[in-house]
C-alpha cells in the first residue's frame, strides 16, 4: 500500500497507537519505514512509530535490528536536510527514545558524519537553532565529539559561526553545550595542537554551577572553573591566552 501511494504516509500512523506495530517484525517494519522515508512528510510518521517502537519497559529484552536503527537515521537525516518552513519542530522534541537508540555510541561512523554534517549546514543555514534540536546534538556531542569538533573546527567564518550558534547562543535554558563531551575526548582530538586547544577554548563554558541545585539556573549562586575549561588550560602552553579569550 506504501509502495503502491495507495494512501498518505500519515494514514500509517495509527501503527504507532496502541502500539500495533509490536506485531509486525523489524524486518517488515524497516520496509514500511524505508518507503515513507521517501514520501512528503513521511519521515514524521516513521519518527511516531520508531518513537512508540522504542519506548518499551526495563524489564523488555527487545533490541531493535540494525536495519530498522539505520531506517530512523535516514529519518533524522532528512528532517535536518529540510527547509525551516517544512521542519515540524513540535514533532521533534517528542522523539527522545530515537535518538538514544539510532544515535548511541555504536551507530556507524558514516552515518553519523552526514547528520552531523546536515546539522551544521542548517544551524549556520538559519533552518533551524540549536536549541530547537537539543536531545539531537547533545546525544551526538556526547557520543560522537570527534566527529563534531572535525565538522565544527574548520576554520574561517563558518567556524565562528557555527561556535556561536550551536554552543554560545543562550537563546534557551535547554541550548547545547560543548561541556558534554568527555573531557579525555575533547583533549585527545587537540592531539597537543595549541592552535586547536586554543580554538576549543573558546567554544566551551568555562563556568559551572558549584551545586546541582542550581543546575539549570541561568544564574547559579556560585561557579567554578568547568571540568573542560580546566583541562585545556592544562594542556595549553600560553595559558593566559586561554584566559584572555
Not at 582530538?189 to 592552535?195: A, E
Not at 541545585?213 to 602552553?237: G, N, Y
Request: charged letters at 25%; hydrophobic letters at 40%.
Amino acid at each position: 500500500l506504501a509502495r503502491g501511494g495507495e494512501f498518505e504516509p500519515w494514514r500509517f500512523r495509527q501503527l504507532a497507537y496502541g502500539r500495533m506495530h509490536k506485531s509486525v517484525p523489524d524486518g517488515e517494519l524497516s520496509e514500511l519505514l524505508a518507503i515513507l522515508n521517501k514520501l512528503d512528510n513521511g519521515i514524521y510518521t516513521t519518527l511516531d512509530i520508531l518513537e512508540s517502537r522504542f519506548f518499551v519497559g526495563k524489564d523488555s529484552n527487545y533490541v531493535p535490528s540494525e536495519v530498522l536503527l539505520s531506517v530512523g537515521r535516514e529519518a533524522i537525516r532528512n528532517l535536518l536536510s529540510g527547509e525551516r518552513e517544512q521542519i515540524e519542530l513540535d514533532r521533534i522534541r517528542g522523539t527522545k527514545h530515537i535518538v538514544r537508540q539510532c544515535l548511541s555510541a555504536s551507530a556507524p561512523e558514516q552515518e553519523i558524519r552526514e547528520i552531523v554534517k546536515f546539522l551544521c549546514d542548517g544551524v549556520d543555514a538559519f533552518r533551524f537553532y540549536s536549541f530547537d534540536l537539543n536531545f539531537i546534538i547533545m546525544s551526538l556531542i556526547s557520543n560522537f565529539p570527534e566527529i563534531v569538533l572535525s565538522e565544527v573546527f574548520t576554520g574561517g567564518d563558518r567556524e565562528r559561526r557555527l561556535i556561536h550558534h550551536l554552543f554560545k547562543d543562550r537563546l534557551s535554558r535547554s541550548s547545547p553545550s560543548l561541556n558534554s563531551a568527555p573531557v579525555a575526548r575533547l583533549i585527545a582530538w587537540c592531539q597537543g595542537d595549541q592552535d586547536r586547544i586554543a580554538r576549543v577554548a573558546t567554544a566551551v563554558c568555562a563556568y559551572s554551577a558549584a551545586e546541582a541545585c542550581d543546575v539549570p539556573l541561568e544564574h547559579p549562586k556560585r561557579v567554578v572553573l568547568s571540568e573542560p575549561i580546566k583541562a585545556l588550560l592544562e594542556a595549553a602552553v600560553d595559558k593566559q591566552g586561554i584566559v584572555n579569550t
